[in-house]
């Protein structure tokens, strides 16, 4: 924790202006989702917030479904923090905020059934969809959890299948048909400094922060995931607000898909 | 077997079409965009900076290290599963003699220069793409250098010698292919990355080489240019 970096941050929040000139709920500019960049993935979106920089890639396979879930597709979410993208990221396999993010991205899909695993299912007990969803990191300036999910959401509305004969994947060939996307979860993280929520937490801001709540909700307010990150406990008074932050920002977010 | 004509209508002295681009990474002490057909890479550099583990350190210069990754979705097949393969790793060691002649790290004692090269789709050529990149934002980042790399990949498919192989050509079937990966340093007309794979003899090899040399020529002014662009506007 930068503790001069904090007392300075909490300063200017209380004349409610931030670092870069920010007010305490607004996110960075500009808000950027850009879909189908990547030609070898069968659905990808690249989004930018600010200057973090985020690419998810969508590649999908037809395998056999989990024994308790017969007639199910799944979902796997993998988060690569590239040793490119902030000179802080090593290389090797993923660390442990890796595995934070990939997992509080996939519990935004999955507890929100955005997708409805069952119609992923080719042939119960043998073969299902899986949709092998990754995010790569171009840009690291901050507030990787909101971008990553964003862009992931984005990778999944722009995913087309591709050619499958019953036997084999032709991945040279997309058809036209998209995934079965029922609702739109969107991932906002407020983070506590101080007694101040603010939200989009840039890179200098992510190390005096003294807690953080990232909330995900669907399109009529209803939560579907959420975590808890930082050294500090909240109260019951701050999830209120932070959660009600955090619809409110999405209904914001929804409308740069 | 003849091959007559190519499958996207390219002169077989002409390459896909290129995009070049610096200073895409801000967080990078220098990053670069360089895109060739459907391959696209990305390259970041960061340092010269502290290089840890301490017994890695040269007390005589810096050193520099490349790592060369596809992204998991990059490929058109199936999933390209993270961390490196044995290719992924030999890229990253010819990447790295490709570039260190045109560096001068002398007066960086026990530093490292990292340069990461990303990939998110590939089709044919990505290491040339990936040393186009590096080599771009290594200047981006501002670093003393005799010369930019530029590279391309040229060779002999059925009974003819070309550059820039896209996927078709590279496995194409009714005949001999060579794949000829090569780097330049375009001032000096030297060398830096040969590498190949098929059958060629020797006098098509060097015609092929004097091809190569040619169009990294061209590939070098388009870089010239794209990190004009950036420190001109920085200027203006």
């Given at each position: 924790m930068h503790r001069e970096l904090r007392s300075h941050i909490i300063k200017l929040l209380s004349a409610d202006t931030r670092l870069d000139g920010?007010?305490?709920?607004?996110?960075?500019?500009?808000?950027?989702?850009?879909?189908?960049?990547?030609?070898?993935?069968?659905?990808?979106?690249r989004v930018r917030i600010g200057e973090t920089?985020?690419?998810?890639?969508?590649?999908?396979?037809?395998?056999?479904?989990?024994?308790?879930?017969?007639?199910?597709?799944?979902?796997?979410?993998?988060?690569?923090?590239?040793?490119?993208?902030?000179?802080?990221?090593?290389?090797?396999?993923?660390?442990?905020?890796?595995?934070?993010?990939?997992?509080?991205?996939?519990?935004?899909?999955?507890?929100?059934?955005?997708?409805?695993?069952?119609?992923?299912?080719?042939?119960?007990?043998?073969?299902?969809?899986?949709?092998?969803?990754?995010?790569?990191t171009l840009n690291d300036a901050g507030n990787l959890f909101d971008a990553s999910s964003l862009a992931a959401l984005a990778a999944l509305r722009d995913a087309k299948y591709p050619e499958f004969d019953g036997e084999k994947i032709d991945y040279k060939e997309k058809t036209n048909k998209k995934l079965p996307l029922e609702k739109l979860p969107i991932a906002v993280t407020v983070a506590k400094i101080g007694s101040e929520f603010i939200v989009d937490p840039d890179i200098d801001e992510e190390r005096a922060i003294d807690s953080r709540l990232t909330v995900s909700s669907i399109d009529d307010g209803t939560l579907c995931a959420l975590q808890k990150g930082g050294d500090y406990p909240l109260t019951l008074e701050d999830i209120t607000q932070m959660v009600e932050i955090g619809i409110q920002k999405a209904k914001e977010l929804r409308k740069f898909l | 077997m003849t091959y007559k004509q190519r499958i996207d209508g390219r002169g077989f002295d002409e390459t896909r079409p290129i995009?070049?681009?610096?200073?895409?990474?801000?967080?990078?002490?220098?990053?670069?965009?360089?895109?060739i057909g459907n391959t696209w890479a990305y390259a970041a550099v960061y340092g010269p900076r502290n290089l840890?583990?301490?017994?890695?350190?040269?007390?005589?210069?810096?050193?520099?290290r490349c790592n060369y990754n596809m992204m998991p979705f990059s490929s058109s097949g199936e999933r390209v599963r993270p961390g490196g393969s044995r290719r992924s790793k030999e890229i990253s060691l010819v990447t790295e003699k490709a570039l260190f002649p045109v560096l001068n790290l002398e007066e960086y004692p026990n530093s490292v220069v990292d340069v990461f090269i990303e990939l998110p789709q590939t089709e044919a050529g990505s290491r040339c793409a990936?040393?186009?990149?590096?080599?771009?934002?290594?200047?981006?980042?501002?670093?003393e250098m005799k010369?930019?790399?530029?590279?391309?990949?040229?060779?002999?498919?059925?009974?003819?010698?070309?550059?820039?192989l896209d996927y078709?050509?590279?496995?194409?079937?009714?005949?001999?292919?060579?794949?000829?990966?090569?780097?330049?340093?375009?001032?000096?007309?030297?060398?830096t990355l040969l590498q190949m794979d098929g059958e060629v003899n020797k006098e098509e090899l060097l015609k092929l080489l004097e091809m190569g040399k040619k169009v990294c020529r061209q590939i070098y002014e388009l870089q010239k240019k794209a990190l004009k662009e950036k420190y001109h506007e920085a200027d203006g």
């Open positions: 920010r007010k305490s709920t607004e996110y960075r500019k500009p808000i950027e989702v850009k879909y189908g960049i990547v030609k070898t993935a069968e659905g990808s979106a920089d985020v690419i998810v890639g969508i590649k999908m396979e037809v395998g056999e479904p989990y024994p308790d879930t017969p007639d199910e597709g799944t979902i796997i979410v993998g988060a690569e923090l590239l040793p490119l993208s902030n000179p802080e990221f090593e290389l090797g396999p993923p660390g442990i905020q890796a595995i934070e993010l990939a997992r509080v991205v996939d519990r935004g899909i999955r507890e929100s059934k955005a997708i409805s695993f069952k119609k992923l299912c080719v042939e119960p007990g043998k073969k299902v969809w899986m949709l092998l969803i990754d995010i790569c | 995009e070049a681009e610096v200073g895409i990474i801000p967080r990078a002490d220098g990053s670069a965009m360089f895109k840890h583990p301490k017994f890695l350190q040269d007390p005589q210069r810096g050193i520099l990936g040393i186009c990149a590096a080599s771009m934002a290594l200047a981006d980042a501002g670093l010369d930019l790399v530029s590279a391309v990949s040229v060779g002999k498919v059925g009974d003819k010698l070309l550059v820039d078709s050509e590279e496995s194409y079937a009714d005949g001999p292919v060579a794949d000829i990966p090569i780097a330049i340093m375009p001032n000096s007309d030297k060398i």
